[in-house]
């Protein structure tokens, strides 16, 4: 989908100003009326989130401040880094257990 398609859909002229929380107002405004349980179609409806998926994307590129790592705490950053590492490490030894490799990093 186009960027100025999902615009169209969400009824704006441009992404000036807006936030992820905006958007996200807005899609739930949106989708009451284009579910299908609310007597849309199912076509309206994934166009609407894929619209807002697009949107929401674009609006965190923008944005500096909207960026998910920017709402985790220093310790939540830590956290994930150590768990990511870990989890390498532990595919790293299956592999030299499976392969009968020594891989060093």
Known sequence: MQLSRALEIFQLGS???YT???LNQKYKELAKTKHPDRNGSDKEFAELR???LLLV???DKLSP????IKQLSK???LDRYHHDTRYLQLKIDNLQEL???????
């Open 57 to 59: 994307s674009e609006v």
């Open 75 to 77: 310790e939540e950053i």
């Open 15 to 17: 992404l000036d100003g």
């Open 99 to 105: 392969f009968s490799l020594k891989l060093t990093f």
């Open 50 to 52: 894929e619209a807002y």
């Open 65 to 68: 401040n909207s960026t998910a």
């Open 20 to 22: 992820a929380d905006d």
